[in-house]
């Protein structure tokens, strides 16, 4: 007989009380005694969030002096360029380290090809060009897909029904050129065709931009999470079809060690991660795996959910921003890219 086992007589059917004490059970090691209070909590909390780790992503549009709510995102706006100024001294002055910009193209302007990208005055390389004049602290990172320049809405230069790579690749990093050229001090490529880093890289460092970063959208899924955003460049009416043929299966994870893996290999300085929160196990395997600055995209959709659970009363809204945030930096990221960034700034 062991001291686990009991006697018939004297155990019922169903036993509720240990019979062993906590103390035995445990081994005397109680968790829970570094939780007791808010000064050992602090003390013993292995994640921080700070102002350093915000990427404020930033919508631009036409026009001066006005802005436009976007209804899928309450509290984000898309902004004229002297508002986005304004928008970016804001933000430096709460410390966050960087923006990212994204822009609002005219319907006009778009075409079959997305040319408008190789404008070196288009609407985001005019940005770029207020924003460092006025604010030469804060870092400017520019996405560099066709998307919000074609009349598809995809990222890509569609042809019989195919986005064609190589095509896409070359115009993709001439309009990388324009951006540095305008003062991008990082650029973002986000459209998931083959051998776009590199070729960025290249076209960098032949162009003088030895000094331009590359923040690789290295992992992006095939997502439904990107609605809210694809409303706020308006291209969510144009899309045809789905980005599947160049974004990665979400069911992957393999595929997207080799997506970062081959990245990295072509000059990429950072990645990414997009969505977010859903992909918290991508984060850490690039993590684990590269040990290289690793960011993640809490995209529209994201915030969307948090707002709009928020605004029927249905979670703390403030709260879940701040786990939320929280998790990606347990999750091994560096940084995030997120709607919440000012809002957080100021709170912190
Ligand atoms: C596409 C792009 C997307 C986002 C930024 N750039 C995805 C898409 O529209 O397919 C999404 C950002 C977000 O949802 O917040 N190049």
Redesign the pocket.
């Known amino acids: 007989m062991n001291k686990f086992s009991r006697s018939p007589a004297t155990t019922p059917a169903i036993a509720i009380t240990p019979e062993r004490s906590v103390d035995e059970i445990t081994g005397s090691r109680r968790l829970r005694r570094m939780r007791k209070a808010d000064w050992s909590r602090r003390l013993v909390q292995e994640n921080h969030l700070t102002v350093d780790d915000l990427i404020w992503?930033l919508f631009l549009m036409e026009g001066s002096n006005a802005e436009e709510p976007i209804s899928a995102m309450p509290g984000v706006a898309r902004h004229t360029i002297d508002r986005a100024v304004r928008q970016a001294e804001r933000a430096a002055k709460l410390g966050i380290p960087a923006i990212a910009t994204?822009p609002r193209i005219e319907q006009s302007l778009r075409d079959e090809t997305g040319s408008h990208a190789l404008d070196a005055d288009n609407l985001i390389n005019r940005a770029t060009r207020a924003i460092k004049q006025a604010v030469p602290e804060i870092g400017i990172i520019t996405?560099v897909?066709l998307?919000?320049f074609t009349s598809h809405?995809h990222?890509g230069i569609l042809r019989d029904g195919e986005i064609i790579n190589d095509e896409t690749v070359s115009q993709v990093a001439a309009a990388a050129v324009e951006q540095a050229a305008a003062g991008a001090d990082i650029i973002a490529p986000?459209?998931m065709m083959d051998g776009r880093i590199g070729a960025i890289r290249d076209a960098l460092d032949r162009n003088g931009f030895q000094n331009v970063a590359i923040m690789s959208?290295a992992t992006?899924f095939a997502s439904a999470?990107?609605?809210?955003?694809?409303e706020?460049?308006g291209?969510g009416s144009l899309l045809k079809g789905d980005?599947k043929t160049y974004?990665i299966d979400p069911a992957n994870t393999d595929e997207a060690l080799r997506e970062a893996e081959q990245d990295l290999a072509e000059g990429a300085d950072m990645l990414m991660v997009?969505?977010g929160l859903p992909y918290l196990d991508i984060a850490r395997r690039l993590k684990d795996t590269f040990a290289v600055p690793t960011f993640a995209?809490q995209?529209?959709?994201e915030?969307a959910m948090i707002k709009a659970a928020s605004a029927n009363g249905w979670i703390d809204g403030e709260k879940a921003m701040f786990e939320s945030l929280l998790a990606f930096k347990r999750a091994g990221c560096d940084g995030v890219l997120t709607?919440f960034a000012l809002d957080v700034a100021e709170k912190l």
């Open positions: 992503p994204f996405d897909a998307d919000p809405g990222d986000s459209d959208y992006k999470f990107y609605g809210p955003y694809r706020a460049i291209t980005k974004y997009k969505p995209y995209v529209s959709g915030y709607y």
